[in-house]
């Protein structure tokens, strides 16, 4: 049943217009691709058409590692996370630049896939919802169909508002290599309160024709109602944000809460295994993978060297220092008890979830990044594999898969697009600044704070002392799900945490104690304002004939 999301047929290429050869003996019908007549006159094949546009083309070396990419980077070698504060890639991959403020339109990086994936995959969309009709099938089929189609295009538009800002509105057209290259609609963009608009329209539109629950028709991985209502509440976060400044705290509120309404959705009791855990109750949109499908395997992508792993995403002190005392307190108290000589003792539950350390338990044995001698150290094996900044990536990671040799062993995690949590989250942060810290937006942040094993909140922190909580807590709950990278931009706070160093921890033996020194683990790390948006990509421009406006500082 849980197969049906990941089928890859020639459809997952997204080839779909063919033409025809006046000769006899040129008119070969491909096998990788299913001709226009064939997708239409078959409304099984239509849905797998469908099921497939939630996947995009590989257009950039390590993406999905063979497999089909889906939004945003998810579970492939270089991490979003490694563009923030949160972590670095070990082995640069295209990532470094971006942390060192050499964002150019003709020099990306890793994101420099977004505003071609997206409106591909949106003409693709397009090309569905233009010819639905004349596909047969029953009218509650149709209606599901169309509501996928209508969350599936939101979806896009969201990812492309919060790389870019104002983006081109392509409403229903399917474009042509013949299409008029002079029509200004194709390359006028809009503005960011229109933008938002049209996104949240569709989102709506998807809501009221998407099943509340998955049965065995619409299975995992596939939208809902609830996953349309929580994308919702994430633009109308966004748009009320300062970066945005296109929408109001009250309606983001309101959004959020008509997903709490539902009743659908609840906290995982375990934080560590929800991420290993397709059918957690607080999974509102994900990502299933299938076993002998091509994907990075986290455990070898992202483990440390002596385990046999890459290192991968490797945790920055800038991020490990955001954890709190698990009594509530920031480290940086002088009565929080925290220990400089003894660092990872008494922290917030979901570090030792998140993070492996000097010290920590890990398969059977321990983790040493400590030098000399370290095994997971530069002196241990594969060096060229060994942490630059003192940690290794431990959320996500599944014990019971191998490191080496993982191909067909490994890989089971679900990707979570969207869960619960954060829609409280989400809640917690637009009820605050439309009303301030009220009950209820303390009982949103306690919730996750109970599930977490941490104290709840302080009694009576005025809005200010609340937003920096929420702040805080956002940056901790959903450590490396691709949220660090758009708060710190929607807040206007990343000019602070983008523009100073990665900082790393080195930990030295002598004498059987450990002495911990903050290192520089990349140098050059700088942010500028321009860097609140991503360059639109230069060929983008130039096949435009320069009609499309690059992003301002670029």
Same mark, same amino acid.
């Given at each position: 049943?849980?197969?049906?999301?990941?089928?890859?047929?020639?459809?997952? &290429?997204?080839?779909?217009?063919?033409?025809?050869?006046?000769?006899?003996?040129?008119?070969?019908?491909?096998?990788?691709?299913?001709?226009?007549?064939?997708?239409?006159?078959?409304?099984?094949?239509?849905?797998?058409?469908?099921?497939?546009?939630?996947?995009?083309?590989?257009?950039?070396?390590?993406?999905?590692?063979?497999?089909?990419?889906?939004?945003?980077? *998810?579970?492939?070698?270089?991490?979003?996370?490694?563009?923030?504060?949160?972590?670095?890639?070990?082995?640069?991959?295209?990532?470094?630049?971006?942390?060192?403020?050499?964002?150019?339109?003709?020099?990306?990086?890793?994101?420099?896939?977004?505003?071609?994936?997206?409106?591909?995959?949106?003409?693709?969309?397009?090309?569905?919802?233009?010819?639905?009709?004349?596909?047969?099938?029953?009218?509650?089929?149709?209606?599901?169909?169309?509501?996928?189609?209508?969350?599936?295009?939101?979806?896009?538009?969201?990812?492309?508002?919060?790389?870019?800002?104002?983006?081109?509105?392509?409403?229903?057209?399917?474009?042509?290599?013949?299409?008029?290259? =002079?029509?200004?609609?194709? $390359?006028?963009?809009?503005?960011?309160?229109? &933008?938002?608009?049209?996104?949240?329209?569709?989102?709506?539109?998807?809501?009221?024709?998407?099943?509340?629950?998955?049965?065995?028709?619409?299975?995992?991985?596939?939208?809902?109602? *609830?996953? !349309?209502?929580?994308?919702?509440?994430?633009?109308?976060?966004?748009?009320? /944000?300062?970066?945005?400044?296109?929408?109001?705290?009250?309606?983001?509120?309101?959004?959020? =809460?008509?997903?709490?309404?539902?009743?659908?959705?609840?906290?995982?009791?375990?934080?560590?295994?929800?991420?290993?855990?397709?059918?957690?109750?607080?999974?509102?949109?994900?990502?299933?993978?299938? %076993?002998?499908?091509?994907?990075?395997?986290?455990?070898?992508?992202?483990?440390?060297?002596?385990?046999?792993?890459?290192?991968?995403?490797?945790?920055?002190?800038? $991020?490990?220092?955001?954890? =709190?005392? /698990?009594?509530?307190?920031?480290?940086?108290?002088?009565?929080?008890?925290?220990?400089?000589?003894?660092?990872?003792?008494?922290?917030?539950?979901?570090?030792?979830?998140?993070?492996?350390?000097?010290? !920590?338990?890990?398969?059977? /044995?321990?983790?040493?990044?400590?030098?000399?001698?370290?095994?997971?150290?530069?002196?241990?094996?594969?060096?060229?594999?060994?942490?630059?900044?003192?940690?290794?990536?431990?959320?996500?990671?599944?014990?019971?898969?191998?490191?080496?040799?993982?191909?067909?062993?490994?890989?089971?995690?679900?990707?979570?697009?969207?869960?619960?949590?954060?829609?409280?989250?989400?809640?917690?942060?637009?009820?605050?600044?439309?009303?301030?810290?009220?009950?209820?937006?303390?009982?949103?942040?306690?919730?996750?704070?109970?599930?977490?094993?941490?104290?709840?909140?302080?009694?009576?922190?005025?809005?200010?002392?609340?937003?920096?909580?929420?702040?805080?807590?956002?940056?901790?709950? %959903?450590? $490396?799900?691709?949220?660090?990278?758009?708060?710190?931009?929607?807040?206007?706070?990343?000019?602070?945490?983008?523009?100073?160093?990665?900082?790393?921890?080195?930990?030295?033996?002598?004498?059987?104690?450990?002495?911990?020194?903050?290192?520089?683990?990349?140098?050059?790390?700088?942010?500028?304002?321009?860097?609140?948006?991503?360059?639109?990509?230069?060929?983008?421009?130039?096949?435009?004939?320069? =009609? %499309?406006?690059?992003?301002?500082?670029?």
């Amino acid at each position: 049943m849980k197969t049906k999301y990941l089928i890859i047929s020639a459809l997952a &290429c997204g080839v779909f217009l063919s033409t025809s050869c006046k000769k006899d003996y040129l008119n070969i019908t491909p096998t990788s691709k299913l001709s226009n007549t064939a997708i239409l006159g078959d409304s099984s094949l239509f849905e797998d058409y469908v099921i497939n546009r939630y996947l995009g083309v590989i257009l950039q070396n390590k993406e999905g590692d063979g497999a089909p990419p889906g939004f945003g980077r *998810g579970f492939e070698y270089g991490m979003w996370s490694s563009l923030t504060d949160e972590s670095i890639y070990n082995n640069d991959d295209n990532t470094w630049l971006i942390q060192r403020g050499q964002l150019a339109p003709e020099n990306t990086g890793i994101a420099g896939t977004i505003w071609g994936r997206s409106y591909r995959s949106i003409r693709e969309i397009n090309y569905a919802l233009n010819n639905i009709n004349s596909v047969q099938m029953s009218s509650a089929h149709r209606q599901r169909l169309l509501g996928e189609l209508h969350f599936l295009r939101g979806y896009r538009y969201q990812d492309l508002i919060r790389n870019y800002g104002g983006v081109v509105l392509m409403g229903n057209k399917v474009t042509e290599l013949n299409s008029n290259m =002079q029509d200004p609609s194709l $390359f006028q963009r809009a503005s960011i309160q229109d &933008c938002m608009k049209y996104a949240v329209s569709e989102l709506d539109s998807a809501a009221q024709l998407l099943p509340l629950t998955l049965d065995n028709t619409w299975v995992l991985g596939r939208a809902t109602k *609830g996953a !349309a209502l929580a994308l919702k509440s994430r633009l109308l976060l966004y748009a009320a /944000s300062p970066l945005y400044n296109a929408g109001s705290w009250a309606d983001a509120a309101a959004a959020a =809460q008509a997903v709490i309404n539902m009743g659908q959705y609840s906290l995982d009791p375990s934080y560590a295994s929800l991420f290993l855990n397709q059918n957690s109750p607080e999974i509102i949109f994900e990502r299933t993978y299938a %076993l002998a499908a091509p994907h990075t395997r986290l455990e070898i992508a992202n483990g440390p060297n002596s385990y046999g792993g890459w290192a991968g995403n490797t945790p920055l002190q800038n $991020f490990v220092d955001s954890y =709190q005392m /698990s009594n509530g307190k920031d480290i940086t108290d002088a009565t929080s008890g925290y220990d400089s000589t003894n660092p990872y003792v008494n922290r917030d539950p979901r570090f030792y979830s998140t993070v492996l350390y000097n010290g !920590a338990s890990y398969r059977g /044995s321990t983790i040493q990044t400590y030098t000399p001698g370290g095994k997971d150290s530069k002196d241990g094996p594969s060096n060229w594999n060994a942490t630059k900044t003192g940690y290794y990536l431990r959320k996500f990671m599944n014990d019971a898969y191998p490191i080496n040799n993982p191909w067909n062993a490994a890989g089971l995690q679900p990707w979570i697009y969207i869960r619960y949590a954060e829609v409280l989250l989400n809640y917690a942060e637009a009820q605050n600044e439309a009303v301030g810290p009220d009950a209820t937006v303390y009982a949103a942040i306690n919730q996750i704070r109970t599930r977490a094993g941490m104290p709840n909140l302080t009694a009576g922190l005025s809005q200010s002392q609340m937003r920096t909580a929420i702040w805080h807590e956002r940056q901790v709950e %959903l450590a $490396f799900e691709e949220h660090r990278f758009y708060d710190v931009r929607r807040w206007k706070i990343a000019g602070q945490t983008e523009n100073v160093p990665a900082y790393g921890i080195s930990v030295t033996l002598s004498g059987g104690a450990y002495t911990y020194s903050r290192i520089v683990a990349l140098s050059g790390r700088t942010f500028s304002s321009k860097e609140y948006w991503l360059p639109i990509p230069l060929a983008e421009i130039q096949a435009s004939n320069n =009609q %499309l406006q690059q992003n301002s500082g670029y």
